[in-house]
DNA sequence: TTTTGAGTTGTTCGA
DNA sequence: GTCGAACAACTCAAA
């Protein structure tokens, strides 16, 4: 029996149905796309087993299952590696082309293009479109062709590109009838895959239209819902950029102002990939850290006797998130005043946060450590006690995480604030001697 | 090529 | 309690 010429979807960062650029792509090309999900388990076999973001991946795909069986086609997911599936799938059908949405993180780029090598071997196209970001990598650059290291001239940069370049939303879910038509594949179970249920509840995607608009006003204080908790969304795509910007434009610029953050990091992380592992600024990789295993484990379990670090460790680890003024509280706290190696900090992070995004936490805590791009003057040492009291006057915020707070279970600080200053002051002062 | 202005999120000290 | 200066020069981006 001759094999059926088909298209293919590919979902990875982008799991939605509406407004998503290359499955408009797919979809407007003529031929039926097979929408498809890949398990990759190079990846997963590093993952514990309650890993709450393979159950949000889960739950997203199961969303996307249902929807496509409603209009006749199904979603198939794969369990095995890309270049596995890709060789079940070519033999199975006559695949023309193969469509995704672009990955600007190091590894994906290395897994897309041993893709690409492999299909064009086999006479397939592999076509990635622009979705995750406004502007990618190399659509905002200085005027000298090479890219900025420095948020604010980028920023300036970017929102006058937007003027000359208005978004353009790509309605996939208006073409959801070119999808191939097929009896539902079954979706594995969280099981299945070798997973169970965390018991974290995540975020809801509708839009906290009020935190925008004093988002400015109410953003620092992490008692109060002043962020919009949009980042879980953000890394899955299971939100479209475009919209969130779109609405930013018309909302709140201080707002804007992170989703442009975003993308500079994303923007550094491709153009600079060796800052997955080193230092932005080399001399910073002459710090003689302690890195103290016991104080490390103490930082990790929120037990530093600081509060406002304590309590963020703890919401960390009962909820995967943490609030941003608190992220850099504790990321400030780990390198300055524990001297610990931001990378064991950005591995930990890695590992509990359910918005973990590469490029983001390698610019967020190099930028805490000093080392980064633009980043934080290493003089600047955020003291946990004033930050506490100008962030969380009511103690409200601590309370919630830390029951024992103000009694005599409560644990004395690991280190004195001074000492731990001046200690500090002294290593990046050596340090930066030695470039 | 040179020059100039500016640079996410802070703290401490002394008047 | 409040305010400005120092922290430490350095690098970047753009004219």
Redesign the pocket.
């Known amino acids: 029996m001759e094999k059926q010429k088909i298209n293919i979807h590919w979902f990875r960062r982008d799991l939605r149905l509406t407004d998503n650029h290359a499955l408009h792509a797919a979809l407007s090309a003529g031929l039926p796309v097979l929408p498809i999900f890949i398990f990759d388990t190079t990846i997963l076999q590093h993952l514990p087993k309650k890993d709450a973001r393979v159950e949000f991946i889960h739950a997203s795909l199961t969303s996307i299952h249902e929807k496509l069986i409603s209009v006749g086609s199904s979603l198939r997911v794969y369990n095995g590696t890309p270049e596995e599936v890709f060789e079940k799938i070519t033999s199975e059908y006559d695949v023309q082309t193969l469509y995704a949405n672009r990955d600007y993180e190091p590894n994906a780029r290395e897994r897309d293009k041993r893709i690409y090598d492999t299909l064009k071997e086999k006479g397939i196209q592999f076509i990635g479109k622009k979705d995750q970001v406004v502007f990618e990598p190399s659509e905002v650059l200085?005027?000298d062709g090479?890219p900025?290291?420095?948020?604010?001239?980028?920023s300036?940069?970017w929102k006058a590109r937007l003027s000359a370049h208005p978004i353009i939303c790509y309605p996939s879910e208006e073409l959801s009838a070119n999808f191939l038509q097929t009896a539902p594949f079954d979706l594995p179970s969280l099981e299945q895959i070798g997973f169970e249920k965390s018991g974290i509840p995540f975020p809801t995607i509708e839009l906290n239209t009020e935190a925008i608009q004093n988002y400015h006003l109410n953003r620092?204080f992490p008692a109060i819902p002043g962020t919009t908790r949009m980042s879980l969304h953000l890394r899955f795509g299971t939100v479209s950029t475009r919209a969130l910007t779109l609405y930013a434009l018309t909302s709140n610029e201080k707002w804007l102002?992170?989703l442009i953050?975003r993308e500079f990091y994303q923007m550094i992380i491709y153009h600079f990939p060796n800052t997955v592992s080193n230092a932005f600024k080399p001399a910073y990789d002459f710090i003689e850290w302690n890195n103290n295993e016991e104080e490390f484990k103490l930082w990790c379990e929120g037990k530093t006797g600081y509060p406002l670090v304590d309590a963020g460790m703890r919401e960390l680890n009962a909820t995967g998130f943490m609030h941003?003024?608190v992220r850099?509280v504790v990321a400030s706290f780990l390198t300055k005043h524990l001297l610990i190696d931001w990378r064991w900090g950005e591995r930990y992070f890695a590992e509990k946060l359910l918005d973990f995004d590469l490029a983001s936490n390698i610019g967020?805590w190099q930028?805490a450590a000093g080392s980064g791009c633009?980043a934080?003057?290493y003089?600047?040492?955020?003291?946990p006690t004033?930050?506490m009291e100008?962030f969380d006057k009511q103690n409200e915020y601590i309370k919630k995480w830390i029951p024992e707070f103000n009694t005599s279970s409560y644990a004395l600080p690991i280190v004195e604030?001074?000492f731990a200053?001046n200690r500090c002051?002294e290593k990046y002062?050596a340090a930066l001697l030695k470039k």
Do not use: C
């Open positions: 200085k005027d090479l900025y290291t420095v948020y604010t001239p980028y300036r940069k620092d102002n992170e953050w941003n003024r850099m967020g930028w633009d934080a003057p003089f600047r040492i955020f003291n004033s930050q100008k604030h001074t200053r002051l002062k």
